[in-house]
């Protein structure tokens, strides 16, 4: 059975960084599409930042880029988000979720769908507070 596991979120003030990490266990192969999303109160899960970790490509919202960094835990073949510069309007449950298909890259035009991602981890809480 497929678990995803998110860690590191907390609170912090406004410019400061986090880490989020995914811990993945029940995987039949290392190489998917994972993600990050999140979900604010009262607003719709959006995707933050994705990479296929067969390949390493990634992809950003524009919200996020040039502050979040998605990259893979090689010896887990699982994503990290590191979150530097945080703004109060990041304050969102995170989560980390992962496609269905393996071997399979981020879909370039939509790796932000979260209807694509068939797991999906409970969420990590990140609060910026200005």
């Known amino acids: 059975q497929v678990q995803l596991v998110e860690s590191g979120g907390g609170s912090v003030q406004a410019g400061g960084s986090l880490r989020l990490s995914c811990a993945a266990s029940?995987?039949?192969?290392?190489?998917?599409?994972m993600g990050w999303f999140r979900q604010a109160p009262g607003k719709e899960r959006e995707g933050v930042a994705a990479?296929?970790?067969?390949?390493?490509?990634?992809y950003y919202a524009d919200s996020v880029k040039g502050r979040f960094t998605i990259s893979q835990d090689n010896r887990k073949n699982t994503p990290n988000l590191q979150m530097n510069s945080l703004k109060p309007e990041d304050t969102a449950m995170y989560y980390c979720?992962?496609?269905?298909?393996?071997?399979?890259?981020?879909?370039?035009?939509?790796?932000?769908?979260?209807?694509?991602?068939?797991?999906w981890g409970q969420g990590t809480q990140v609060t910026v507070s200005s």
């Open positions: 029940g995987f039949t192969y290392s190489s998917y599409c």
């Open positions: 990479i296929y970790t067969g390949g390493g490509s990634t």
């Open positions: 979720a992962a496609h269905g298909l393996p071997f399979t890259p981020c879909p370039v035009g939509s790796w932000f769908a979260p209807a694509d991602f068939a797991y």
